[in-house]
């Protein structure tokens, strides 16, 4: 009993360090690299996935299971959530196309008379 006290206290001693490192390195990095490290924790993430599936697939006990689908539904969370939020910062560093107003510019004034002019009639 003694000894799996020990295991518990060593493993809750490393979780609160990767905790602790993780986000201390996390905080560190810039703007400009914060996309290609998002691309890269995403495919982790994937990597993830898939060993969620193996360890959902292969035990043999209820609560492993559940705690393999569990891991799953995280795992996919991260992937979709990263991948969304590297599209959209993909998306402020695009430039746009000539001749092509931008999706949040206003309209030219004309338009906006325009329309006023329908909705009076």
């Known amino acids: 009993m003694e000894g799996q006290g020990l295991l518990l206290i060593t493993d809750i001693t490393f979780f609160v360090l990767a905790a602790f490192i993780g986000f201390e390195i ?3 990095v810039p703007q400009t690299l914060h996309t290609p490290l998002m691309s890269g924790s995403n495919a982790i993430s994937g990597i993830t996935m898939v060993g969620a599936l193996v360890i959902a697939g292969m035990v043999g006990g209820v609560w492993a299971k559940w705690i393999g ?3 799953l539904i995280a795992a996919t969370i991260n992937v979709v959530g990263g991948f969304l939020v590297t599209d959209r910062m993909l998306q402020m560093f695009k430039k746009e196309k000539p001749g092509r107003p ?3 510019a206003a309209p030219p004034d004309g338009v ?4 006023r002019e329908k909705a009076a009639v």
Do not use: E, G, R
């Not at 906006?112 to 329309?115: H, I, P, Q, W």
């Open 69 to 71: 689908f569990a891991a």
């Open 102 to 104: 931008a999706l949040d």
């Open 26 to 28: 996390i905080s560190k």
């Open 112 to 115: 906006a008379v325009a329309s």
